[in-house]
């Protein structure tokens, strides 16, 4: 059992702060890696949330864990692809700052 | 007894004719034109038949024929004809066949052209012969794209450039018919539980419309007004006719004015007005005062044109006020002048289409103060421009007067004083019309003329067609109103049942 | 647990056909890579083929997990048959301009098979495994043109939003899980029907309408669009516009119809006001563009507004109205792009002022683009109307606002898309010689174009078949 002290609750509003902060730095960050990092802290909220929700609503099935592996594992390829553009579009233009792919109308 | 579907010979005859032209190579240009004028013939043809053997003391849907198409919709393939649709489906055929011989001296482009030509003459038939409002619907807005194709290619920038004229007419018509569409969806819908079943047919659709609250079926109405309003020009949306007429080819003005139009009053009557008669008792008043302020406005404006087309086609506007007028009464003497004067229209703005064609064709204007005393000329091209300006302004003895006459009458026992307006307009038009004859026609005539040649060969086909119709119809009236009669009256007594227990309720 | 895997053999076949590929790539001779097209063609349609001939071979896998019913069955053959008319069109395009056949087919078949599992899938996590399979394979092909500055950009681009789509959609879905104690759509359906709705319910849907909207571009999620199409190569935009957005709303679907049915008076009108504001968002920019990828963008924009229009009923009859819709946007949109990109390979502009006189060079290609933007405008005779008034018809008795702006406004998408006709009809072209249309191109041509005018005029059957699709899809 878990200590008194900490409840669903206390998951599901760091996992909400997390995601708050994920989205915040997508949206403000002009390089390609920092907004990629971003969208991995918002992956962890998720994760959070679905570890958080099958310990106290669904204890006796691992629904949430197994959907928390597959999340980890699909979005290390996610981000592996991004990683791989990044890396080709470094090669054409030498940068890899978002306010400069202006060459499509943003 | 099986007999041949002879409304699906008439409406597929010119579409084989335009899919047959695609295969012919476009240097052939006489095979091209004369597969054009065989298949509008055929269709001409047999509805010319049909109007002779239709039986008008029967009256009623003849020479049905009815497949069920999409069955979760409740839509048939039901082609079928009545005194209303006849006579418009031979007004289209006659359109039809002289706007191909219009359209023979065509400099570019020949195969492109007919093909379209002949795509929208299906189009238009195939609307005053369906009678499941989904296939109405299929074929009241195939039309639009053939026209501006045909307006962009082959129209000609005066005032206005074919460009803006095109996309002006085309999304006019295309927005009104929006208007119409969420209507007829709308009816639709409701009918379904009224009926137990969908069912698209026009007399489902009736007796589920009858059925309905006075609510539902005012906002429906005014839903279809709009739609069908826009498209027979009602004032005040009417200011694409004009445009449009100027920069369409001659061909297309002829169809536009002559028939297109026709399909909103047609509309109006057959769909509107036998579903919801509630609805109509609400705006019939409204219809009429607009209908009257159509023939007002445009008799003036077309006072002040000095294009010739602009005339015609303010005054195409002006003519169809009448018809509002007309089916803004609700009563049978109404509505048959409505029918019997848009077929009059029909064929009186095609003829002058038709002659301003020429005109323009071979003098290459159609701005009134360069032209005159062509009449000397071109005698034969006088006549029958003459002869759709006699007609236009409603001259006994020609067919334009005994459904003028008829709607003045309707008009008068409705509204009294208030049609005397209309009547008002009927001078104003004498003033235009015969102005523009003058004009053009008369009047010393001038050098630069003196070489031109009168029409002549495929050019006469026009005159005679349609100049044959202008006589026959206003010397033999009867020949169109009985026919009308035949459509008209046992459906508005069935409204006037409608309208009594909907009273009583 | 005895498995029935026969019902999954399309899906089998599919893993294998896009092993297949690569590996030939690997060993076939260079010059004659270019087969591999005619090769994953033919296998595609062979296994079309066999999911039509299983229509009836229903059946759940992995205890529910993964649902055969005709509903699946039929999106399935829609992603095939964009499969297959997207292959034959593109063959051109790849040996010319991409190169890289072996892995371009094979990672297309692989985003077809994430469609698949999408269309099938009934639980959250293979719905997210379908919808991650298909993103990352799109991801790939969108910069498949790997030195062009472009195609890599719209990659960029697409990764990215693509990311943040799938991370608010997955929190999201973990808020639904946190609910309803299950990801089962089936049961989460049964519990929220008789669950009083919750704060962190209506959290969970907005969160899952963002990210879903994303997918399907529907404003105010669709600022990608434009760029990812303009960028990508040619074929690969038609693919995106339809089996992307096609898939997405299948989930969509099987989330909001089967899973949040007892709650869908509260998304119901979520979705009305974002199909309204979407249909003419998309719509009125569109006008103004200039290049026909672009063009064809917004319209794809404003066309998903109007398939989210089947949504908001939540009913049987929305439903059908979709699929139907769905079905014959593929040919339009098909048939459009397949023109855009052979033009593309003979010209190298997608600009809408160089298409002047095309009409005259090759009356096939213009009448095909002008017959497949009809039928996107919902014109008679053309199969969008049909389309048009089954979506109509489930909103005009409670939502007339949204019928009259939807037609309303599929009136003003024939202003830009006539745009297009004059250019092609109207001018003479510069260089007036006739283009000759290679034969796969010519028949994807050919047969998009009959299939907008036969379905346009005749329907009924479709119609039928549907009909009995969208009804299984509610007997769970």
């Known amino acids: 059992m878990p200590t008194p002290s900490i409840t669903l609750e206390h998951y599901l509003i760091l996992g909400a702060v997390l995601f708050g902060i994920g989205l915040f730095g997508v949206l403000t960050k002009k390089n390609a890696i920092a907004v990629l990092i971003s969208i991995e802290l918002m992956l962890c909220a998720v994760n959070i949330n679905l570890l958080a929700f099958n310990k106290y609503i669904t204890p006796e099935a691992f629904i949430g864990q197994i959907f928390a592996i597959f999340v980890i594992t699909v979005a290390a390829a996610e981000v592996g692809v991004g990683l791989a553009i990044i890396i080709a579009i470094y090669r054409n233009r030498l940068n890899i700052n978002l306010e400069d792919f202006d060459w499509l109308k943003w | 007894m099986k007999s041949l579907p002879f409304l699906t010979i008439i409406l597929l005859a010119p579409a084989i004719c335009a899919i047959i032209m695609a295969f012919i190579p ?480 | 647990m005895q498995m029935d895997f026969s019902v999954i053999i399309p899906e089998i076949a599919m893993v294998s056909l896009g092993v297949l590929v690569l590996i030939l790539g690997l060993i076939l001779p260079k010059k004659s890579l270019p087969r591999l097209g005619w090769f994953t063609s033919f296998s595609l349609i062979g296994i079309l083929a066999l999911v039509v001939l299983n229509w009836n071979n229903v059946g759940t896998v992995s205890g529910g997990l993964y649902l055969i019913d005709q509903f699946s069955q039929f999106f399935k053959v829609i992603f095939l048959t964009a499969a297959i008319l997207v292959v034959f069109g593109s063959m051109a395009y790849v040996d010319k301009h991409l190169g890289g056949q072996a892995e371009y087919y094979s990672i297309l078949v692989f985003s077809t098979l994430g469609m698949m599992v999408m269309a099938s899938a009934n639980d959250f996590i293979t719905m997210y495994l379908g919808l991650e399979l298909m993103t990352i394979s799109f991801i790939v092909l969108v910069c498949f043109r790997r030195n062009d500055s472009e195609s890599l950009e719209a990659g960029m681009k697409y990764v990215l939003l693509a990311g943040i789509s799938s991370a608010v959609l997955l929190y999201g879905l973990s808020l639904i899980y946190g609910i309803a104690g299950t990801v089962l759509v089936v049961e989460v359906g049964m519990i929220l029907a008789v669950q009083q709705s919750l704060p962190l319910l209506l959290v969970g849907v907005v969160m899952l309408v963002a990210g879903l909207g994303f997918k399907i571009a529907a404003v105010p999620f669709h600022m990608w669009a434009p760029d990812v199409y303009q960028g990508a190569p040619t074929p690969i935009t038609s693919f995106l516009a339809v089996g992307s957005k096609m898939a997405s709303f299948a989930i969509l679907i099987r989330i909001f119809v089967l899973g949040m049915f007892g709650v869908s008076l509260s998304w119901g009108i979520l979705m009305a006001i974002l199909a309204g504001v979407t249909i003419i968002i998309g719509n009125l920019v569109a006008i103004p563009q200039t290049n026909i990828k672009r063009l064809m963008a917004y319209s794809g924009i404003a066309q998903a507004g109007y398939i989210l229009v089947g949504m908001v009923t939540a009913s049987q009859a929305g439903v059908k109205a979709i699929m139907f819709y769905g079905f014959i946007y593929i040919f339009a949109v098909v048939g459009v792009f397949t023109a855009i990109s052979y033009y593309y390979n003979l010209t190298g502009s997608d600009e809408i002022k160089d298409y002047a006189g095309l009409s005259q060079r090759s009356p096939l290609m213009a009448a095909t683009m002008v017959v497949s933007m009809l039928t996107m405008a919902g014109i008679p005779p053309f199969a969008g109307f049909v389309g048009k008034f089954y979506l109509f018809m489930t909103v005009v008795e409670n939502y007339l606002w949204l019928a009259i702006i939807g037609l309303i406004m599929s009136m003003v998408s024939v202003y830009y898309y006539l745009m297009v006709v004059l250019v092609m009809y109207r001018d003479r072209p510069q260089d007036s010689s006739p283009i000759v249309v290679s034969l796969p191109v010519r028949m994807t041509l050919i047969f998009t174009m009959l299939v907008s005018v036969v379905l346009g005029v005749y329907p009924g059957p479709l119609s039928e078949i549907i009909n009995k699709a969208a009804l299984s899809f509610f007997m769970h």
Request: aromatic share 12%.
């Open chain 2, 26 to 505: 476009k240097e052939q240009v006489n095979p091209i034109k004369w597969l054009a004028a065989t298949g509008t013939f055929i269709s001409l043809a047999m509805s010319a038949y049909l109007y002779g053997v239709y039986d008008t003391a029967a009256g009623g849907l003849q020479f049905v024929e009815r497949v069920p198409w999409i069955k979760d919709l409740g839509v048939s393939y039901f082609l079928a004809v009545d005194g209303i649709s006849l006579p418009m489906l031979l007004l289209t055929n006659m359109i039809g066949f002289s706007a191909v011989f219009a359209s023979w001296n065509l400099e570019s482009r020949h195969r492109e052209f007919f093909i379209l030509l002949c795509l929208l003459i299906s189009g238009v038939m195939g609307t005053f012969i369906a009678h499941d409002i989904f296939i109405f619907l299929l074929f009241y807005e195939v039309v639009v794209i053939p026209i501006y194709i045909m307006v962009i290619i082959w129209g000609s920038s005066k005032r206005v450039t074919k460009e803006y004229a095109g996309m002006k007419l085309t999304i006019y018509l295309l927005v009104g018919s929006a208007f119409l569409l969420v209507g007829i969806i709308a009816l639709f819908v409701k009918s379904i539980p009224i009926l137990g079943e969908p069912n698209m047919s026009f007399a489902a659709l009736a007796q589920a419309g009858n059925q309905m609250s006075a609510f539902d079926q005012k906002w429906l109405f005014a839903l279809m007004l709009i739609g069908f309003g826009s498209l027979i020009s009602m004032w005040p949306f009417h200011s694409w006719s004009p445009d449009g007429y100027a920069g369409a080819p001659t061909a297309v003005s002829m169809i536009h004015a002559g028939v297109l139009k026709k399909i909103g009053g047609y509309g109006l009557i057959k769909i509107a007005l036998f579903s919801l008669p509630l609805g109509a008792k609400f705006w019939a008043p409204y219809m009429a005062a607009l209908g009257i302020a159509g023939v007002a406005y445009a008799a003036f404006a077309a006072l002040a044109q000095k294009d010739l087309k602009y005339i015609v086609g303010y005054s195409s506007v002006s003519h169809m006020g009448y018809v509002m007028l007309a089916i803004g009464t609700v009563n049978v003497i109404g509505i048959n002048g409505a029918v019997a004067n848009m077929f009059a229209h029909g064929v009186m703005a095609a003829l002058f289409f038709s002659a301003i064609g020429v005109i323009y064709e071979k003098t290459k204007t159609r701005w009134i103060p360069d032209l005159g005393g062509l009449a000397r000329q071109m005698p034969l091209l006088a006549v029958s421009f003459m002869l759709a300006a006699f007609a236009s302004l409603g001259l006994p003895g020609l067919i334009g007067f005994i459904p003028e006459f008829t709607i003045f009458i309707a008009g008068f026992k409705a509204f009294g004083g208030f049609a005397v307006i209309a009547i008002g307009g009927i001078v104003i038009t004498a003033l235009y019309a015969l102005r523009a004859g003058a004009n053009t026609l008369f009047g010393p005539p001038r050098e630069e003329y003196n070489n031109l040649r009168d029409i002549r060969g495929a050019e006469l086909v026009p005159l005679a067609v349609l100049g044959l119709v202008l006589i026959a119809g206003g010397l033999l009236p009867s020949l169109l109103f009985d026919m009308v009669n035949s459509g008209v009256e046992p459906l508005m007594n069935q409204l006037d049942n409608a309208l009594k227990i909907g009273g009583l309720i």
